[in-house]
């Protein structure tokens, strides 16, 4: 017997194009694409609880997308070009704590902060050096910011052009994910409608104006390295991104121009089945709500393609060799979970950011899960194991639970259910909650954590080399913001600002030309959050233990 | 009396996973907490921990800032007049720990530091404090 998704999955199966003539095991033996039952469900068929694509892995591995950045952006830049040496496949920027907050360099809140998370950017001679010599339109950037995305974006969008590459040419993704911020990350800026605000104005600039760019990468990584559960993490992340669609229809949008513009972006933890259960339920939550309850067409819509980091919080920094071994089953539970893109933890994290050896150790690990062992020939397959389909089924039905909860706080509506559960703590009171009860079951040593608290013959070993950044590039930053800001025309600047201004004040205008012009004008970071603070005020957050 | 402690966030980290449950462990532990929110300066800790007249200051730190940071607050403290021990938790390389002592930090707590250590120091440098 076949079934119309057989069909369907078949059909668009032959018709892909494989990266080799064969799949068979090491010892011969040939395999199916993917295995199953006639009648049941298959990748690349809605609703997609096997895989987006009916070829997976066989097309394409996923994107190795190293996570990277720190000290200067021609720091930065070298590391870029050795990601890309060692195999790296997409860059990801990883920017400092002033950047993310939208503080230039000089600020005095920016002491012993800058360049030392990521990389610190001011203007754009910044972003110039952080890209240079990277054909930005052949492989995908993705910026992990957030508060002044659309900041960057601007900046990214000034240098590419300024180098011949059109906007539509560009391909990556933007963070942008700002309910997380309050929810779970904490780098806000704004209050979170003015927030949203800006997220509307980079997914309608995005959509009308660059094709191939992620408008927002929705996270529930930043959730559950805060302390939440893997439903919660599951559940609040698809509920944000349910918000930003309602944002974009209110704006205008049709849901179908703003859902393929979404992307995901989960963690993978160490607890291996829950974490593959949690990736099969969210694309198939995704498919049924887009299709069900928002209506939409486009088969692209109901796909959720995401990106997978390994754990942080799953590192120690007692007998720290082990986190290899940690990163290789969590970073193997994002394939099997069919994740597009992933970045794996280097072992030295626990303690700093990592040396390049670590880093390479971190992208090789991912390539002896790519070609070594085999297990990207066949599409999800665990499918069909009674134990991973019951977590599966039971991981969504707990997450449509907490959606009937968010939809009551926003009376029906999921985007303001959001904003009243960031408003009412209620986000930030549960995962502290989920937190606090992993780390007592851990103090109580009901939970085992090799190195931390078991098994910790070994700990006394001689250290790792470190990552050390010093104040230098800090004083180096510094330096150059000063040498930009002498030399760039100050009447451009102001009228900038004064344009940026204007526009911030009338919520139906679009900000992204005026931050384009700005960027172009070289107006730092700062001076335009601190524009856009002036019209939209600053957040403070009223902290619950 | 009980033991008064003052948890805080300095600088532009965000990361308030740690503090939050360190905050729930000394509270289990019989201790008052006062959490100062995210984005402190040193001086603004400093002042908090002196109007609340507290007997330890914990700072949370995972940004990589505690070698710039946390003398800073200690320094904020004596200038006020203050003798008011701080001790620094979170994300801090082993090989940090002896600058942080010389800067006047009274412990460091490095990733994986058990809640009883946690616990038992605070408890001795608030019996000292008081003493």
């Known amino acids: 017997m076949t079934t119309e998704s057989f069909e369907r999955w078949r059909r668009d199966y032959d018709a892909a194009r494989l990266r080799r003539p064969d799949f068979s095991t090491m010892s011969g033996i040939p395999l199916e694409p993917v295995y199953g039952p006639p009648d049941g469900e298959f990748p690349g068929v809605y609703p997609y609880t096997r895989g987006i694509h009916a070829s997976m892995y066989r097309t394409r591995l996923w994107t190795m997308r190293m996570f990277a950045g720190f000290g200067t952006a021609l720091d930065t830049n070298r590391r870029f070009r050795d990601i890309i040496a060692a195999g790296g496949t997409g860059l990801s920027t990883a920017f400092d704590m002033p950047t993310l907050l939208g503080l230039d360099s000089d600020d005095p809140m920016a002491l012993g902060e800058v360049g030392r998370c990521g990389v610190a950017i001011d203007t754009l001679s910044d972003v110039r050096d952080l890209f240079d010599g990277i054909d930005l339109g052949s492989i995908t950037t993705s910026m992990t910011i957030n508060a002044p995305a659309a900041i960057m974006l601007a900046l990214f969008v000034a240098n590419a052009e300024s180098t011949g590459v059109p906007r539509a040419r560009l391909g990556g993704t933007l963070q942008n994910d700002i309910l997380k911020e309050y929810q779970a990350q904490k780098e806000f800026v704004f209050p979170p409608r003015p927030s949203m605000r800006l997220v509307r104005d980079t997914i309608t600039f995005t959509a009308a104006e660059m094709p191939k760019w992620n408008a927002v990468s929705v996270s529930g990584y930043h959730i559950r390295e805060a302390g939440s559960s893997a439903v919660e993490e599951l559940a609040f992340t698809l509920a944000n991104g349910f918000a930003y669609l309602e944002l974009g229809r209110d704006a205008g949008l049709p849901v179908d121009a703003v859902a393929p513009r979404l992307s995901f972006f989960f963690n993978a933890h160490i607890d291996f089945f829950e974490e593959i259960a949690k990736y099969r339920a969210a694309r198939r939550i995704w498919a049924r709500w887009l299709r069900d309850h928002y209506g939409a067409n486009d088969e692209r819509s109901w796909q959720l393609r995401f990106h997978t980091q390994t754990a942080g919080v799953s590192l120690t920094a007692q007998q720290p060799e082990n986190n290899i071994a940690r990163t290789a089953i969590e970073a193997l539970a994002g394939v099997l979970g069919g994740t597009q893109s992933l970045h794996t933890n280097s072992m030295d994290e626990a303690l700093a950011l990592p040396t390049e050896k670590a880093a390479r150790i971190a992208l090789r690990t991912q390539q002896v899960i790519a070609h070594e062992t085999n297990v990207a020939h066949v599409a999800d397959p665990l499918g069909g194991s009674y134990y991973v389909e019951e977590l599966t089924d039971e991981v969504e039905r707990q997450a449509e639970e907490i959606f009937a909860q968010i939809l009551d706080m926003g009376s029906g509506s999921m985007l303001e259910g959001c904003i009243a559960g960031v408003e009412s703590n209620w986000f930030q009171r549960r995962i502290a909650e989920s937190s606090y009860i992993l780390e007592r079951s851990f103090n109580r040593g009901e939970r085992i954590v090799i190195g931390a608290n078991g098994f910790t013959e070994g700990n006394d070993d001689a250290d790792l080399d470190l990552l050390t950044i010093t104040n230098d590039d800090e004083r180096r930053q510094v330096e150059r913001l000063g040498r930009v800001r002498a030399s760039r025309d100050d009447d451009h600047v102001r009228h900038a600002l004064d344009r940026l201004a204007t526009q911030a004040a009338d919520p139906e205008a679009n900000l992204m030309p005026a931050l384009i012009d700005a960027a172009r004008a070289e107006v730092s970071v700062g001076e335009m959050m601190r524009t856009l603070a002036g019209v939209f005020g600053r957040y403070t957050e009223v902290p619950v233990l | ?131």
Do not use: C
């Open chain 2, 1 to 131: 009396m009980s033991v008064r402690v003052l948890v805080a966030k300095v600088g532009l980290d965000g990361h308030d996973r740690g503090v939050k449950v360190v905050a729930r462990i000394l509270r289990d532990a019989g201790m008052e907490v006062v959490y100062t929110g995210l984005f402190q300066t040193p001086e603004t800790v400093a002042t908090a921990a002196i109007q609340e007249d507290v007997d330890v200051v914990g700072l949370s730190m995972l940004s990589g800032a505690h070698l710039t940071l946390a003398p800073l607050v200690v320094s904020a403290l004596r200038e006020r007049g203050s003798t008011i021990p701080v001790v620094v938790g979170g994300i801090v390389p082993p090989s940090d720990v002896a600058a942080l002592r010389d800067a006047g930090v009274a412990d460091v707590f490095g990733p994986g530091a058990s809640a009883e250590s946690i616990v038992a120091s605070v408890a001795a440098l608030a019996a000292e404090t008081s003493r």
